[in-house]
Structures are given as C-alpha cells and as structure tokens.
C-alpha cells in the first residue's frame, strides 16, 4: 500500500511539474511576440530616419521628415500591437476566414465573395489620387518591414493568436486598406435587416398595425406602406413569415437590427464657447470588442500635426484634430441599399426579368478553402441591380415569392470609389471649407462629418446617395420589384444635396443618429433612423448653458439620464401608482408596491450603482413582450429591444393603437393597465429567479456589464478569463453614455454596443483636448497596455494627447527608431 502511495505521489507530482512546464512554454512562446518598444532597427522602404516615440498610455507618436516615412511608420505601429485584429479583418473581407476556423464560417466567406468587396478594392486603388496612393504604398511597406521582422528575429509569429491558428501571412497591399474601410460599411450598414423585418411584420399583421410597431419617425409624413404580399403577386400564405430567427456564424459582418452603427457629435461655436473658440466632442459606437477597433496616434505630417483615432489596417485618421481643425463622424442612416425581387425566366434559371424581357445573369464560380475539408465552389450571380443572394442569408428566403431570387443595391458596391482619399484629405484639412470640399469623394460608409475650425462649426453628410423614382413602389423601405422601371436606382444624387448644416445660427450643430433633415420622398434620407431618444436629452444639455466649456461637453458625453424612462413611467404605470391598499410582506403585491415605490422616486438615472434601471429595464422587455408575442409569434424574437416610440403608441392609443393590450386568444378583454401590471409581475419574477438580494439592493452595474471579448480566445474555456475584458458599466440603451443591451441570451441586459472612442477637443486651447479608447492600445493579452485604458474609459475619465513634440519625449517610456537600411 504504501508503495502504490508513494507511487501516486510521483505520478502526481510529475504531472504538476509537466503542467508547470508547459504552462511556463506557452507563456514563453506567447511573450516572443510582444513588441520591444524601446529599439533600433534598420529597414527598407524609407529615405530618412522615423521615430515612433509612444508614451505610458503606449500612444505613437510618429515623426519623419516626409509624409510617406510617416504613413511607414504608422503601418509599422499598427502591426505591432494590432496585428491579429488587422489579418482577420482582411480574411473577412477576402471571404478566407474558412481557411483558419473551418466549415463555422463557411457562410460569412460566402457573403463576402458575393458581395465581392475585394475585387472592388483592388479596382478602386488606381482611383485614388497621387497622395493616398503614396500613403497606402508607404503604409502597407510599413506593415511589411514589421512582417519581416517577425520571420527574420523569429518573434512569436507576430501574436499569441497564431500559435493556435498558424496559416501563412501575406504581405499587406494597398488595395487590403481600401478593403478595410470597405468592411467598415458592412459593419455600419443596416438597411438590409431593416427591408426585411418590414416586410415579414406587414405579411402578419393586418394593415394600419405595422406603423404601430416599426413608426416612422416623428414628422416624416410617410404615406402608408403597400401590401407586402400584394406587391409581390402573392398571398402571405406563400411566404415563410413566421420561420424562426436564423442563427449566424462567427464573424458574421453585418450587425442584428438595433446593433449597426451609432454615435454622438457636437460642436459649439466661438459665441457658445466660454473660451471664444470652438468646442467639438465625438463618441462613435460599435460593438464592443477585446481590443477595440479603435487605436489611438499621432502623426506629424508636412501639414501639420494631427492627433486622434485611427483604425489598424488604414492610413488615415478617421476622428481627430490638429491645431487648427477637429472633426468627428456619426453614422448618417442615409439609405444606400435597396432589394430587389428578381422573377426568374421558369425556361431558363440563369435569365431573370427586366423592363425589356428575360436577361441572363452574370455569372462566375469562385473556390473557397475550408481547413480540414475540401474546396467548395459556390458560384456567383450579378442581375442589373446587384449581386444575388441566396435565401438563407438575412433571412430574405421569408419575403422571396417561389420563382424568384433576391438581388442588392448598394452604393458600397463600386469599384469607383475615392473614399479612401476623401478620408487623407480630411485628414490634412486646416479649415472647414477644405474638410467640406473634401467630402465629395467620399462613397461609403455614409457619414455624418462633424467639423471646427477656430471660426466656424460645420456638419455634413457625406457618402453616395441613391437617385431614386417619385414612382418607386415601396420607397426603399421594402424590397420591391426588381424588373419595375421606376424602382430602380437613376445614378446618384449630386454630392452638394447632401444635408448640410454651417454656421447654424443657434451656434451648436450636432447628432445623435437622429433624424436630421425633413425632406419628401425621393429627396428625403432615410426612413429608419438610429435614434428619436438621446437627441431629446442632448437638445435640454446644450440648450441650458449660453456657453459651453470643455467640461460641459464631457457632461453631457457622460450623461446617464434616460428621457425615455422619464416618458414611458408615467404612462405605462399611470394607474398603477399608489394604488390599491397596504399589502402584507412577502405577497406579490408587496413586491409590486416596493418596485412602484423605488419607480416613482427615480429620476431617470442608469447609474450602474442604482436598482431602477434594473427594475425598469426588465419591466418594459418584459411590457413589450406581452403586447406583440400573441401577434407575432415567433416573429417577436426580432424585436429584441424596447421599441419606445411603440409603447408610447401603444398607451396613449395613438391611431387606435391601443387594441394591442388586448390579448387575441384570451376570453377577456385586457386593458393596457391589465397588461401592465402583468408585465411588472413578470419582470419581478424574472429578477426573483436571477437576481440576489432585496429589490432595494439591486445594482444595475451587475447586469449591465460591458463585454469587450475577445472575438476568437474568448470562447475558449479557461482563455477566455484572460482575455475577455468585463466592466460594470452604466448608461443604456437610450441615454447620452450609450451602452446598448444584447437583448438576448440569459442576461439581455450586457452591454454589447458602445462608444469604442471618445474624444474632447478645445480649439481654444487644443492641447487641453482629451481621448480615450475603451481597451488598450494592444491587441496582445500579456501586454499592460492591453486594457490598461479600459478603466478610465468605464469610470468616465481620458487621456491627455499632445501635439507638442517636446511633451511627448518628455513623457515617452520608449522610442522605436527606425532607419534607412543600405541597398
């Protein structure tokens, strides 16, 4: 006995050194690739020396004395930290994720190559003017002189993610950079998922009731939709309306409907600024990921310095400011994708109907590889209007008639497209007019450019509008009939149409994704808009000081208030309050009265430390849930968050609206207060079951967790608690401090969808500006810097950024020199 103990000692202990040894090699291995930030290096593809001096937030600051040398060494700085993030982003949009993870992805390669953004890149480079083009070839040499490094001193293969995931790495070209900004308006584009679910909520509801439920914006004065199934020579029994949410693949590229893109900007002009100069605060908003797709740098260029947030792949800083000019960007909500309905000749497939009879498809095969698996060929189909794509992607096979085929519209699909130089230009603009002249260039993703100069506040929208029909049968808001003459697209709308707001004579302009000019149909912008709540707050912030300062932006950036709950309470609760006598503890009405008590006292707040936010939050899901899953069915899953401008119809029985309380399968007729106090019991019964403590102790912060994971490690057991950034957050889905929910899974109340990038800057004294991203500046887990500014970002606080060369040596903890290397 006890030789067999003393055996399982040995067997045991070795085990745990064997454990200890390989735990200590992987750390080895993964620790090649961190970057030495403090070095000499020699390579080629300069003229004279670089210097990328970072300071202890790891921000470059990158000096040449020449542009190009400067561009190099942005390339350079961006493979060093964000390398991974940069070739994955290049995989996507090439449509070869499938050779890393396999069949798992097989789906968004598909999209990818049928959509064929690369090909287009390729063919958009030699559109660029002279300066981008020497900017993308000196960058992408940077990218390259950093590749080499990596293979010639044996660096950990550049990051710890290609240990596990060891394909080839290509050397980086210009056409990957315009490939990169191109993803970005996949990313940002959601009018795709808008046309549909439209369409599958007008097949099962009956007519007037769709308008309740997907609202156009207040003061729009849209004419009513046409009848789905009847534009479509259908009845709705023809369609699928009803068919379960699909589930997407990792790395799908295009967001869930409530999830693309968002933002805040505002500006303030010398005359509502306390320091006589003009004031320009940015928030964009993606989903959140470890690291962010934001980084920040500096560059001194022969125009001047400019300091902001880039993104690793592009040479171009895409918010930011130099001393005499700052901008910002929001997304625009223009409409710049339509579906079509394409009728299929039944005599021959590969012909589909146009204005003028049967014409053939385009067509080609493209091969993708799959690790482990053999090449599957898919081919491609283009009709007049666009590429076609098949039934199961965006759920498109629930409005797609037998016999037809669906094809997109997209004013990213050009291989025309200069947005790439629009950006450089901006970029080295000194005044506003040049930030405007600028923009024409500017193709996709659309954006609202936010822009100061020391004189003058400016915003415009920038990005290709389509020219559309007066006659249009849906008016973009439904795929219509692709073979109809007037639904097609007439070219483009002349870039000098575009909304544009200068020198307002309120002295502030700004934007929230709301809705930003009321012009009729076919000159308007958009039906579907990003926002009709936070404006509400930020036009009360802006419109109670005279002047703003610095701080006062930084306020209004951080503001949690929602006016959304400050709405909706009142109304939903209005006979509900105080109702109804004393109750003894531990009964449902007790519960009810202490929630309705704690309701009844809150301002509006989502302060991550406060139980209301909570409360209310899983009271009007829970609210929204009663009114629409008894007329949508499997259909409200879609609806993943709270639609605001919907209850708010709902309970003051706007157009009738009111008839949703009333459930359809029950004997009784519910009234909305029956409704909502049913639903209230339902949200406390929800937090009974996953919540801990007595109401009064609830935090919101506990559920509304900020969740920058990342994309791959962070669904790897074990890993992921190493690299999955978590933070209590506050803020929501409809307060200024943006923290949009997931909607979805155990806990819908995470927080998937925020500001990656914030940014304050003061012309009047520009080195005052502040920033901050919500990670770190690495994309490397064992780096300090991977989430050291996480916790500024999430306690609301920055980091200053200097345009002053001296400061940022002074400051500096390393100095990457690079130089010329002998032919």
Not at 433 to 450: C, K, Q, R, Y
Request: charged share 20%; aromatic share 8%.
């Amino acid at each position: 006995m006890a030789l067999v103990f003393r055996w399982l000692i040995r067997i045991v202990s070795g085990l745990l050194v064997l454990g200890v040894i390989g735990v200590a090699m992987v750390y080895y291995l993964a620790s090649q690739s961190l970057p030495d930030y403090d070095a000499t290096h020699e390579t080629r593809g300069i003229t004279e020396p670089v210097e990328i001096v970072r300071n202890n937030a790891n921000i470059p600051h990158i000096f040449g004395r020449n542009d190009s040398d400067v561009f190099f060494g942005l390339g350079y700085a961006h493979a060093q930290d964000r390398l991974w993030q940069m070739i994955m982003m290049r995989r996507t949009v090439q449509g070869r994720l499938s050779e890393v993870f396999g069949s798992r992805t097989l789906k968004v390669d598909e999209l990818m190559r049928r959509l064929d953004l690369y090909r287009l890149a390729q063919k958009a480079v030699p559109e660029q003017d002279k300066d981008t083009l020497a900017a993308l070839e000196a960058y992408a040499s940077g990218v390259n002189a950093y590749l080499s490094r990596i293979n010639a001193d044996a660096l950990g293969r550049g990051a710890p993610e290609f240990f596990v995931f060891s394909n080839e790495i290509s050397p980086w070209r210009p056409a990957d950079s315009i490939a990169v900004l191109k993803l970005m308006g996949v990313q940002l584009s959601g009018q795709i998922e808008d046309e549909v679910l439209r369409a599958r909520v007008s097949l099962s509801l009956p007519e007037g009731r769709v308008e309740d439920l997907l609202p156009n914006m207040p003061g729009s004065g849209v004419a009513a939709l046409p009848d789905y199934a009847a534009l479509m020579q259908n009845t709705p029994s023809r369609f699928a309306s009803l068919r379960n949410r699909s589930i997407r693949p990792d790395f799908w590229p295009s967001p869930r409907r409530g999830l693309s893109g968002a933002s805040n900007a505002w500006a303030a002009a010398p005359d509502r600024s306390a320091a006589g100069a003009s004031l320009l605060a940015n928030d964009p908003h993606l989903g959140l990921t470890a690291p962010t797709l934001w980084y920040l740098a500096r560059l001194e260029l022969s125009t001047g310095g400019v300091i902001g947030g880039t993104i690793p792949g592009m040479p171009i800083m895409m918010v930011g400011r130099s001393d005499e000019f700052a901008w910002g960007v929001t997304s625009s909500y223009l409409d710049d994708q339509d579906l079509f309905i394409e009728e299929l000749n039944p005599d021959a497939p590969g012909e589909v109907r146009t204005a003028d009879g049967f014409a053939p498809l385009k067509s080609r095969s493209t091969i993708i590889n799959v690790k482990d698996q053999a090449p599957v060929t898919i081919g491609l189909q283009w009709s007049e209007n666009g590429p076609i794509l098949p039934g199961d992607m965006y759920d498109l096979a629930t409005v797609t008639p037998p016999g037809h085929v669906a094809a997109l519209s997209w004013t990213l699909l050009t291989d025309r497209d200069r947005s790439m130089s629009a950006g450089i230009r901006i970029m080295r603009a000194t005044a506003i007019t040049e930030g405007l002249a600028a923009g024409v260039d500017f193709t996709a993703p659309s954006l609202n450019l936010i822009m100061v100069d020391r004189n003058q506040i400016a915003m415009k929208v920038v990005g290709a509008m389509p020219k559309r029909h007066r006659l249009n049968q849906t008016k973009g808001r439904m795929p219509s009939l692709g073979w109809v003459a007037e639904n097609r697209w007439d070219g483009l709308v002349p870039y000098s149409t575009n909304p544009e707001f200068l020198q307002p004579k309120g002295g502030i302009v700004g934007n929230t994704n709301n809705k930003v000019i009321e012009r009729a149909f076919p000159r308007h912008m958009s039906y579907d808009w990003g926002d009709s709540q936070r404006v509400q707050r930020w036009t009360r912030l802006m419109q109670a000081r005279a002047v703003h300062t610095r701080d006062s932006f930084i306020e209004a950036q951080l503001d949690t208030v929602s006016v959304t709950a400050r709405t909706l309470l009142p109304l939903v609760g209005a006979d509900l309050w105080f109702t109804g006598e004393a109750a003894m503890e531990g009964t449902q009405e007790r519960a009810r009265q202490r929630a309705l008590t704690l309701l009844a006292n809150w301002n509006g707040e989502m302060n991550e430390h406060m139980p209301e936010p909570l409360i209310y939050s899983a009271w009007m899901r829970a609210l929204q849930n009663r009114l629409i899953r008894d007329e949508l069915g499997p259909l409200a899953q879609e609806f993943p968050h709270v639609e605001p401008l919907f209850i708010e119809r709902v309970f003051r029985d706007i157009k009738g609206a009111g008839i949703w309380c009333d459930v359809i399968q029950s004997a009784p007729k519910e009234t909305c207060t029956d409704v909502a106090r049913a639903a209230l019991d339902d949200a406390l019964l929800w937090l009974n079951e996953n919540a801990r403590g007595e109401q009064e102790s609830l935090r919101w912060g506990d559920y509304h967790i900020a969740t920058q994971d990342h994309p791959v490690l962070g669904k790897i057991p074990f890993l992921k608690y190493f690299v999955n950034i978590r933070q209590s957050t506050s803020g929501g889905d409809n307060t200024l401090l943006r923290g949009r929910t997931s909607g979805t899974g155990q806990n819908p109340f995470l927080n998937v969808h925020g500001a990656g990038y914030r940014g304050v800057y003061d012309l009047s004294d520009p080195d005052s500006s502040l920033f901050v991203i919500s990670t770190g500046q690495s994309g490397h887990p064992l780096s300090r810097h991977y989430d050291d500014l996480g916790e500024l970002w999430r306690r609301g606080e920055y980091t200053p950024m200097s345009l002053d060369p001296e400061l940022a040596r002074a400051a500096a903890v390393g100095i990457t020199r690079l130089t010329p290397k002998p032919n």
